[in-house]
Nanobody
């Protein structure tokens, strides 16, 4: 599956963004989708993930209350809504996917995913 993330940009602290991840090439509904981010000088970290049907989600504890992950399998697109943005949210945000069985736990480790998009830059100004 090919993934393309979009929706990043420059936003003031306190604002919100909705990132999108468009998938092509395979049946999107067979893949768990995740979001990760990488700030300058830091390792890539888990942000959120959603099961194949969208019925189960997982969030990073550090930003859990400000995130909503969702997907629309009819549009082969996943979404990440981030609210109350802070300067420390500045990072390149990547979407990722892995093909799983429907009952598998939602993976949250970077090395669980084998398909990656190119990333979209989010910059939060103070």
């Amino acid at each position: 599956v090919q993934l393309q993330a979009s929706g990043g940009g420059l936003v003031q602290a306190g604002g919100s963004l909705r990132l999108s991840c468009a998938a092509s090439g395979r049946t999107f509904s067979q893949f768990v989708m995740g979001w990760f981010r990488q700030a300058p000088g830091k390792e890539r970290e888990f942000v959120a993930a959603i099961s194949r049907s969208g019925s189960r989600t997982a969030y990073a504890d550090s930003i859990k209350g400000r995130l909503t992950i969702s997907r629309d399998n009819t549009k082969n697109t996943g979404y990440l809504h981030v609210s109350s943005l802070k300067p420390e949210d500045t990072a390149v945000y990547y979407c990722a996917a892995v093909r799983t069985i429907s009952t598998a736990p939602v993976p949250i480790e970077l090395n669980n995913y084998n398909y990656w998009g190119q990333g979209t830059q989010v910059t939060v100004s103070s």
